[in-house]
């Protein structure tokens, strides 16, 4: 494992994708931090991981909703490492229904984390990334889609897109780049859950490679954002769906 000297806080690292994230970042020579909003021992899990294969990581418990358990967050980062370079907003919850259905409830959790959450963590993160760090947010490319359900979803990852692109503009003079990441369908227990077989095999055939994307197929594209050959792209949106629109 090679070492960068560099440390990138992933939120939602706990499992899924920004699992493979801290992993995958963390055999890149990042030091990481592994931020979990409810479940220490997933958490844990992966920071094992990283120091079982010769990484370092630690822990942070975080609701990103929440502006004071982000900038605790941050302080862990920088009381452990001394600072952080690269930060990926990574957590994020999935709960659909039609818009004419969808409670109240629902409605404001899914702002709370998906917006609110990104836009705590891009704060915070403009104030305190090192000079050449990085941003990356996670968009999703069901917002070209249109899928019906996925309409309040939809409007918070189009939200974290605009950030994204007034954020990147917001960075200049101090070399960080601001970007998003948006998957199709990747085969995590978030988007597994509840679906039946039928329509997990329709998605996947959504895209002319036939297939759902993979944890390792986005982790790579965050890699590259993350390291020296993505220092190039800056305000854009990936996506990282196999052609699916």
């Given at each position: ?40 021992g ?16 630690i ?25 952080v ?35 705590n ?7 305190r990334?090192r ?47 601001v970007?998003?990441i ?59 769906n196999?052609?699916m629109?």
């Amino acid at each position: 494992m090679s070492k960068t000297g560099k440390v990138a806080l992933i939120t939602g690292s706990s499992r899924g994708i920004g699992a493979e994230l801290a992993l995958h970042l963390a055999m890149n020579g990042f030091k990481i931090v592994v931020n979990y909003a409810g479940s220490a021992g997933p958490a844990r899990e992966v920071a094992d991981k990283i120091a079982a294969s010769g990484g370092e990581a630690i822990v942070a418990q975080a609701d990103v909703a929440n502006p004071a358990a982000v900038i605790a967050m941050f302080d862990a980062a920088e009381n452990a490492f001394g600072g952080v370079d690269v930060v990926v907003n990574c957590a994020g919850i999935l709960k659909l229904a039609k818009i004419a259905d969808l409670d109240d409830k629902t409605f404001d959790q899914t702002i709370a984390i998906n917006l609110k959450g990104t836009f705590n963590v891009c704060r915070e993160a403009a104030k305190r990334l090192r000079v050449g760090g990085r941003i990356i947010n996670f968009s999703s490319s069901v917002i070209g889609a249109r899928l019906p359900t996925y309409g309040v979803y939809i409007a918070t990852k189009a939200a974290v897109e605009g950030l994204t692109q007034v954020l990147a503009q917001e960075m200049r003079g101090r070399g960080i780049s601001v970007n998003a990441i948006a998957p199709g369908p990747v085969a995590t227990d978030l988007f597994l859950s509840g679906k039946s077989p039928e329509l997990i095999d329709h998605m996947a055939k959504m895209n002319p490679l036939e297939r759902l994307g993979q944890p390792q197929d986005i982790a790579r594209v965050v890699g590259f954002l993350a390291g020296p050959e993505g220092g190039w792209i800056n305000g854009q949106t990936i996506r990282a769906n196999g052609g699916m629109c």
